[in-house]
């Protein structure tokens, strides 16, 4: 899985995190998390925000816990591999321990 970061119209920020052969629907990621809209996090303002590099970003260890949504197949898997926090690295884990440990949920986020 990959994560994904996103600015709501609102201003809040917010973690979504998707297959890594799928693409995020901003519509129905928007709806996930009760906003009008969100965007693409430019590249620039991801280090400054997350901690993590373009590439790296692990939804675990933000410098600040936002809201996180993954797709909702995650839970057809035992396990996930997500980013371990580098370009390279990943670790698995079991996607409901990663989600009880993010306080995240589940939606149908990705373009059909």
Do not use: R, W
């Amino acid at each position: 899985f990959k994560t994904l970061v996103t600015k709501g119209a609102g201003g809040g920020y917010y973690v979504f995190d998707i297959p890594v052969a799928e693409n995020l629907d901003l519509k129905k990621a928007a709806k996930a998390v009760g906003e009008k809209s969100i965007a693409m996090l430019p590249q620039k303002e991801l280090l400054p925000l997350t901690g993590y590099v373009h590439g790296g970003c692990s939804p675990v260890g933000m410098k600040k816990q936002f809201p996180t949504v993954f797709h909702e197949t995650v839970e057809l898997f035992d396990t996930i591999c997500v980013s371990a926090g580098k370009i390279g690295a990943q670790v698995e884990v079991a996607p409901a321990d990663l989600m009880a440990l993010l306080g995240a949920q589940t939606a149908d986020i990705t373009v059909e």
